[in-house]
């Protein structure tokens, strides 16, 4: 158990929905990652937040953004959802962000796009 | 541009024998390298880590890894392997962001067999 909570851990939804995965960081954590994997892209990093500010970008899309609250947890949301969206999302959350350190990773998010 | 290649995508090999999953890294700056295992239906695993100095690393459940800078590669190693090493592995380089946090560039993974 990394100490890194996500729920719900699967989702079924329909075409052009919107869903909010949610993400608890390990205790005394500041930093969350959000990741994609998916069949055809393989682990896409997505986007971190640091003390609840956005520090970097990966490959996201525009349906998607994601925020930290005050209180450290972290949520993902997907727009407009398309049938390519299906995938496994995973948080991850490290200590710092300005240093290379060990990410924690969730058990993840399995989304099915019907 | 930052990539990270795991030239296998599957592997199959007998209970006992030994294993090696190859990486091959391609970063500007000194790499920040990671291989992750994720058994089915879990997150991913920290196996081990090199950030600097001894470039043979040792892990956790047995593993090794010997970072080779000269061939940009990261390969991960195990003398001898056990049925529940049936997983998929991967290797990861912790790169720079423009705005100063890193971010993991994954490889994308060997799916290792394990015959009995």
């Known amino acids: 158990d990394s100490g890194v909570t996500q729920t719900p851990k699967h989702l079924i939804t329909a075409t052009g929905q919107r869903v909010t995965l949610r993400c608890s960081p390990r205790s005394g954590d500041l930093s969350v990652y959000w990741y994609q994997q998916s069949l055809d892209q393989g682990l896409q990093f997505l986007i971190q937040?640091?003390?609840?500010?956005?520090?970097a970008k990966g490959n996201i899309l525009e349906r998607f953004s994601a925020q930290q609250f005050p209180d450290l947890h972290s949520e993902l949301n997907l727009s407009s959802l398309e049938l390519g969206d299906s995938a496994l999302y995973f948080c991850?959350?490290?200590?710092?962000?300005?240093?290379?350190?060990?990410?924690?990773f969730g058990p993840g998010t399995r989304l099915t796009v019907l | 541009a930052q990539s990270v290649t795991q030239p296998d995508i599957h592997i199959t090999v007998s209970e006992g024998a030994s294993l090696e999953l190859r990486c091959n890294y391609s970063y500007g700056a000194t790499p920040y390298l990671f291989w992750y295992v994720q058994s089915p239906g879990q997150g991913l695993q920290l196996l081990l880590k090199?950030?600097?100095?001894?470039?043979l690393v040792q892990g956790i459940k047995g593993f090794e890894a010997e970072f080779k800078r000269s061939q940009s590669s990261f390969n991960l190693r195990k003398p001898s392997v056990h049925w529940s090493d049936a997983a998929e592995y991967f290797c990861?380089?912790?790169?720079?962001?423009?705005?100063?946090?890193?971010?993991?560039?994954f490889g994308t993974g060997t799916r290792l067999k394990v015959l009995a």
């Open positions: 090199y950030f600097s100095g001894d470039t």
């Open positions: 991850a959350s490290s200590v710092l962000a300005g240093v290379i350190n060990e990410q924690f």
């Open positions: 937040y640091y003390n609840g500010e956005e520090r």
């Open positions: 990861a380089v912790g790169a720079r962001t423009t705005s100063g946090t890193y971010k993991y560039i």
